[in-house]
């Protein structure tokens, strides 16, 4: 039944392939939305629209993977297809820009729909939607910035600081990534690189504040609203069973370098390292520190662009902040994991191909035993190909294979083929 | 104090052995640095006067090695600059020639042009031209609602006591995308003009009032616009005019150029034009003999080279 299965649907996707192939290859001119001025204020109407065929087989391997991000992690052999969102859910933002006396003040709000039917409110979604399986959406991004010579102030829901190089680096951002259990339904997201890789910045309510740019190198701070454990494995305290108390923030900040040449093939690059800190307090298990710092580059030229990034945190988790992040007994675990990213953009055509493999690895904490299903490593290998269609339309095609490994040395295995096209308005 | 726990409470990194990818990352990691920090030197080389939201002006070399050496380092006044480069026109290639010509700049442009393009001249050798390249919105038609983004970029110098400027793109196109919640350029590669002849992408400068496009054996080239004498001598008194106007202008200047004082004028080195402020009715005059003389150089009925003294005469006379 299986092998039937992966061969529907692997003529699905050739299908799929075939009629993206028969598409036009040249580029042709796309019309972005323009601004519009309304009293003193320029209002723009931006975001992305996404969709994707994928293929995903999950092999489950001997038994699970507890907290493993490879589909058949949960160790369920099966075969997904999904019409779906990709990475980057769709998304629809509301700016607007007022600049009087040299002082600017900005607002953004941004929602994000899926296209597959899933939890209301939620990232995944349900492999098989019954009716009135309405889509997923949510709200992102919400924030107020204003500002000056001395830099600008953000008060809302914004991206992370920690980690968020990582991710705008990643080119499967564009595309869809490793899909795991969680996502495999389909709804708001797939996963990218995050936890395969490097920790998703995720929206965080923050108040942060911008230096300027002074000749390319910059620093953020925030202030963040603290988060609670989550216990994704099943072998973790969460924030109720730690007993955790609300009464910290978090604290993140980056500091960057970054140039360009007025040319795009000239050498352009960017140097960053980022931190994020947040006390863990128990009324049970005392305190615990979650710390975290990464580095990364990314060097570009004549079409060619590297990416190199490497991530250490002790108390973070893995995937996202504080996922799985203290053992039962409220130890916290360390782990650390990064990647690496090679593009080439074609001349002409514009196409981009790019290769990348990372990994992000969790450590045992003092009361994990040595033969727990913990997931000790999720790593991947992603082979993509971007072609723009037109300026603001690509064509996207997408190989990744993830694995999980247990420390009891249980594995898990995802291919997936993911093929579709994202807009940018 | 932990209920439980097999030892010193520490996360066991057993399992963390160092694998290739790391070492991979590590070096990819130092390399990049090793290359930005030499990019980053010949950046700074490049000596930028001011930056903004994906845009500059800087100083850099000439574009054609054999170029005649600039006049510079050069005074003009800000104002005199934002005089010259508000009055510039353009249109499209495919208009015809009855359609008025728009505006190249806006007024934000105009004065951050102004106050950076004087500095740069102050500034540059006579092997250096300064590269511009700003953005702005522009309605897309005479008082309509909606604006867009366009992106404008050339060079200019000094010479023979004119100011040149030479157009790569005028209002090309130009947006940011949204990508994750954050806008950021799409980027186009800037096109900072040439001293050779190019073809010119869909934009013509239109000559005004003090200035003329400039005429070369092969034609008369539509990106590059020279600014008579006249306005620059008549900004290059030493002494930074203390008008209200002025005062009022300065306080609207975006953050980048905000307090910047035009550079005084150079007791040596510096090529400083007298003030000689042409009298009234002076300037009209002087505009017919240019024009005859253009006609004169159209019809071929005169040389490039007695065009040009024909002209310098002429401009003597401001």
Redesign the interface.
Known sequence: MKNQAVERNFTTTLLAVATLSILPILPVDGHAFESMQMGDWEVQFTGNIDGFLTNTECDAGAGPVAGGLACGSNGVDRDVGNIRTGLLPSWFSFNAKQETDNFSTEIMIGFQPGIDGGNQGGITGSPLDGGLGLNSENLRQVFVQFGSDWGKIKIGRDLGLFGSDAILSDMTLLGVGTVSDLTAGGGNTSLGRIGVGYMYADWKGQIQYSSPNWNGFSFNLALVDPWGLVNLSGLSLDAGTFAQQGDTYGIEGKVGYEFKGPEAEDLSGKIWASFINQSLDSATFGSEDATGFDIGAKVGIAGFEVVAYYYDGEGIGTADFLFDAVDLAGNARDSDGGYIQATYAIPGPGTKVGVSFGESNLDLGPADLASSALVKTNESIVFGVYHPLTESLNLVFEYTNTESTAHNGNQAEESSIAIGAIIFY | ????????????????TP?W??A???S??L???A??YS??V???SKD?IW?GDDQ?VALAPQDEPDAPPNEHPVTLQPQEIESMLSGLRFRHADQEEDTPPVAVFNKEQVKVLGDALAKGLSRATPSQDV?F?VVG?H??APGA?????RLTAGRAFFRDGQLNVIFGDIQSPY?????????EE?????N?GSRAPSETEGSLLVASTGASLRDEPGGRREDWIVFAASGASEAATSAPRETEPVKSEQ?????TT?GFEPAPAPRDSAKTHPAAAPGAGALPDIEQRLETLKRLREKDLISEQVYREKVDEVLKDL
């Open positions: 104090m932990k209920p439980y726990g097999n030892h010193n409470g520490e996360s066991e990194r057993d399992g963390r694998s990818w790391r991979v990352v590590v990819s990691l390399v990049a640095t290359v930005l990019g980053a010949d950046a700074r930028t930056e500059s590269t390249s919105a309605r897309l609602f909606a604006l867009r983004n947006r940011k995308k949204n990508i994750y919640g954050r806008l799409d980027f186009y590669p800037r900072y306080r609207h200047m975006p953050a905000a």
